[in-house]
């Protein structure tokens, strides 16, 4: 027996009675963060049951023990508050608590989705937008390879895993476009050879022949993303598709991790900012819709690419009518926009 969430204590247990390699030092010994604990968990199965422990304990202590206690004993429901100025890229956020992480990703994650529910007589309708940053990101660069996977309507992940391997389409399998999409979404944030070897634990030399291939494949989008750093450099800030600017004084920073941090900035903000302005555009239409037709429907919460709505079982045909057209028509971009939409009588189901 041993305290789990003791460094020390872990320490022990792992490197002097389980044998294992220290990966890092600390200053009080040898790290046991996630990432030494996911190495180790290849060599051994207690660094995997310590952060199987970890990741419930974080759930527990963070949802499970902490929103119930946040429910408004008047509406019996959870509020909370959406701020429209406190993130750079213009997304909202959402505080007291905090309903853009509820997590998706684990099963048991999707448990915790299940709490929230509709009322009766009434399901939740959610819209996601389908990947698009990286329909922006086409807009933006003009790449005729991208805009026309958009265009096709192609698996765009499977598209780029078949171009930079060089393989059919068809020949793709579910490795190689897991390593696609790792790619396609690190190259919005800058991703370096580093970081993609890293993300899929490949080496770095493989991980800048990847980036490379997939530069020389995509060269519009390559010419694109150098010349918004470029530009940026030059008048000091970045624009969204729509004008909204991000000012990035720190590219001119004497201090090489300043002036790193904000080139990633600059070549995230356009994407990832046209996408936030995209969908509050889009809210304001659907809210003005269901206005006009005099429903009883409400929009919710959002939550980056998606919007969430309680609908009385009557109207869900017309409020997915209306989501589609207004998320879809919100803006002609040289690249379709999608919608995914999924409805339920609780937020897991409905996603």
């Known amino acids: 027996e041993f305290n789990i969430n003791s460094p020390i204590q872990l320490q022990e247990v792992l490197f002097d009675k389980r044998g ?9 010994g040898y790290s046991t963060d996630i990432e030494v604990l996911e190495e180790l968990a290849a060599q051994d ?9 970890r990741q419930l304990a974080k759930l527990k202590s963070t949802y499970v023990d902490a929103l119930p206690k946040l429910i408004n004993p008047r509406t ?13 890229t213009g997304r909202l956020s959402s505080s007291d608590p905090n309903l853009q992480n509820i997590p998706i990703r684990s099963d048991i994650g999707k448990e915790i989705r299940e709490a929230f529910v509709a009322e009766p007589g009434h399901l939740l309708l959610s819209a996601d937008y389908s990947q698009i940053e990286l329909r922006v990101l086409a807009h933006l660069s003009e790449d005729p390879l991208l805009v026309q996977s958009f265009k096709q309507g192609e698996d765009v992940h499977s598209r780029t895993a078949s171009e ?27 991703l370096s050879p580093y970081g993609l070897s890293k993300d899929l634990k490949i080496g770095q030399k493989e991980a800048k022949k990847f980036i490379d291939n997939y530069f020389h494949r995509y060269g519009k989008v390559k010419e694109y993303l150098d010349k918004v750093v470029q530009d940026a450099r030059e008048i000091g800030f970045v624009s969204t598709i729509f004008g909204r600017t991000r000012h990035l004084p720190e590219l001119r920073s004497p201090n090489k991790n300043q002036a790193q941090l904000a080139e990633r900035m ?8 046209s996408a936030a302005d995209l969908i ?27 919007l969430v709505f309680e609908v009385p079982e009557q109207e869900i045909e017309d409020l997915i009518k209306i989501t589609k057209e207004e998320m879809e028509g919100v803006c002609q971009l040289k690249v379709p926009l999608k919608v995914d939409l999924g409805q339920g009588r609780h937020w897991s189901e409905a996603h």
């Open 20 to 28: 294992l390699k220290p990966l890092k030092r600390t200053k009080t």
């Open 45 to 53: 199965p207690l660094p995997a049951e310590i952060l199987r422990f």
């Open 76 to 88: 019996g429901r959870l509020h909370t508050s959406f701020n429209q100025t406190v993130t750079a």
């Open 164 to 190: 930079v391997f060089e393989v059919p389409i068809e020949k793709v399998n579910p490795q190689m476009r897991r390593m696609a999409k790792v790619v396609n979404f690190g190259i919005i944030y800058g």
């Open 266 to 273: 600059a070549l995230n903000t356009p994407m990832q900012g």
């Open 280 to 306: 509050k555009l889009a809210m304001i239409r659907i809210d003005r819709r269901i206005q006009v037709q005099k429903l009883k429907t409400k929009m919710i919460i959002q939550i980056h690419d998606e």
